[in-house]
């Protein structure tokens, strides 16, 4: 059976704040990874999605970044590696707090904006994330982009790696993502980001923002939630999922992880 997971970052407003329509989302992707409370979230935020992603059987995840709710966690906040660890410790344990209240494990993570892309390309950082990772939780899935530093600590460490898709972010010849203010890095077109879906899950692989085409694995496809009209964005990627004859599925259920 070829399973394909579609995640979204979920969960992130805070107090009477929503960034997007988290409860239409649940009922499209088959995991969530959710804020903490650092980047964004609040605990009834994070206990309000765990409630809809639990009703609607969606695999739950933490979503950990810095805590930097003005800049959006898109701001890098220079930390020695104890500080980072126990930081991150902290997130997991308090969305595990609730995700256990409801019945439920926290079985994957994924890092945040600027957490997320140093952690690709910095040793050091992605070392210190995957021990805290295996710390709390060694059987934890970490969901990250392949071919990464983040990637090769957590294969290392023997941890289970989800590789993710970014159906609707560019990409360099490297396999790096474009950052966000180069012009054509985010993609809005629907049937551009299904075809996108479709040539990385069928042919395994990219084109890229230069013009050439790159392999790549594919666990997971992201929907971003504050993208302009993400609902409709997340229906196209999980029909082009499906019409390619692929099974929507959680994380936990991944026969290849």
């Known amino acids: 059976m070829r399973v394909i997971d579609i995640n979204s970052d979920l969960g992130e407003g805070f107090g009477p704040y929503r960034i997007a329509d988290d409860e239409a989302l649940l009922s ?15 605990p009834l935020i994070m206990d309000e999605t765990v409630r809809i992603a639990v009703r609607n059987g969606v695999d739950i995840g933490a979503h950990v970044g ?11 906040i220079p930390m020695d590696s104890r500080e980072l660890e126990t930081m991150l410790l902290y997130q997991l344990g308090a969305l595990q707090a ?40 060694p059987e934890m899935i970490v969901v990250t982009l392949p071919n990464t530093e983040a990637e090769r600590a957590a294969r290392k460490a023997g941890m289970r790696v989800a590789c993710l898709f970014l159906a609707d972010r560019a990409y360099d010849d490297a396999g790096r993502l474009v950052a966000r203010n180069v ?10 980001i299904a075809r996108r879906v479709t040539q990385a899950i069928v042919e395994g692989t990219i084109d890229t923002i230069e013009g050439n085409t790159i392999r790549t694995q594919v666990h997971s496809i992201l929907v971003h939630s504050d993208t302009p009209k993400a ?26 992880l």
Do not use: W
């Not at 810095?66 to 890098?76: E, K, L, S, V, Y």
């Not at 004859?245 to 936990?252: A, H, P, Q």
């Open 183 to 192: 012009d054509g890095a985010v993609i809005a077109d629907p049937k551009a």
């Open 66 to 76: 810095f805590a930097d709710r003005m800049g959006f966690g898109r701001r890098q």
């Open 98 to 137: 609730i995700a256990g209240a409801h019945g439920r494990k926290v079985s994957h993570v994924s890092a945040h904006g600027a957490l997320g892309n140093m952690s690709f390309v910095d040793p050091a950082l992605a070392a210190s994330l995957i021990r805290s990772y295996k710390a709390f939780d």
């Open 28 to 42: 499209i992707v088959s995991s969530a990874n959710i804020a903490c409370g650092f980047h964004a979230g609040d």
């Open 231 to 256: 609902v409709d964005l997340g229906q196209s990627i999980r029909a082009a999922v499906e019409t390619a004859g692929f099974t929507v599925s959680g994380l936990r259920q991944h026969p290849d």
